[in-house]
């Protein structure tokens, strides 16, 4: 099955420092990949769709500054925070999709639990 | 704009019992409904995902039934068991996967 993976699946933060998550498909080429967040007890937020080898496409409210994404292969993306403060403490999950048939399907990393001190 | 709702937002009961979560979206012009199960502090396990043009799906002892029409999609679990305990998302596909708020679930022995 397809399998997507998160790297790191948790970490801890300095308030103003950068912090950068990966996102890989491990065994298929993702024509998408999505990135989410989820506060506690919250739903799943989309935050942007990123393509290889274009610029990603932010959701309303989402910084491109703070939030950068970059998609640099068909099975890598990665999530960059900028500047880090405690209110972007979170878990980050990613998607990456990928045609099967005539249906595009997504698969969901672990996450990625983000604590900002 | 896609709002998806789900009710209730919380639900215990002891194992053996029929479940029944409900699913509303506000935008009946989607192409799937797609239920997922997570795990405390995990991802997304998908479970069943639901064609516009189909009425339900099953998966062993899941069903999800919808109903575009009327916005609603339901996931019935059939005697449930401890391990099923979880939050149970439904997303709305427009595009883009809406999410709603999620049902925690909690079968105790």
């Known amino acids: 099955g397809a399998v997507v993976s998160q790297h790191p699946s948790w970490v801890i933060c300095k308030s103003g420092t950068s912090v950068k998550i990966e996102c890989r498909s491990l065994d298929f080429q993702a024509t998408t990949m999505f990135w989410y967040r989820q506060f506690p007890k919250q739903s799943l937020m989309l935050m942007a769709t990123s393509n290889e080898g274009s610029k990603a496409t932010y959701e309303q409210g989402v910084e491109k500054d703070k939030f950068l994404i970059n998609h640099a292969s068909l099975t890598l993306s990665t999530l960059t925070v900028t500047s880090a403060h405690p209110e972007d403490s979170s878990f980050y999950i990613c998607?990456?999709?990928?045609?099967?048939?005539?249906?595009?399907?997504?698969?969901f990393g672990p996450g990625t639990r983000l604590l900002v001190l | 704009k896609q709002e998806v709702t789900q009710i209730p937002a919380a639900l215990s009961v002891p194992e053996g019992e029929n479940l029944v979560l409900n699913c509303s979206f506000t935008d009946s012009a989607i192409y799937n409904l797609q239920w997922f199960r997570q795990d405390p502090g995990k991802g997304l396990t998908s479970l069943l995902l639901i064609q516009s043009s189909q009425r339900e799906q099953t998966s062993g002892r899941l069903n999800a039934s919808l109903d575009k029409s009327s916005g609603r999609s339901t996931l019935y679990i059939a005697a449930s068991q401890p391990g099923d305990s979880a939050t149970y998302l439904c997303a709305a596909d427009t595009d883009k996967l809406i999410f709603g708020t999620g049902t925690r679930l909690q079968v105790f022995p």
């Open positions: 998607s990456a999709s990928t045609i099967e048939g005539r249906q595009e399907t997504q698969y």
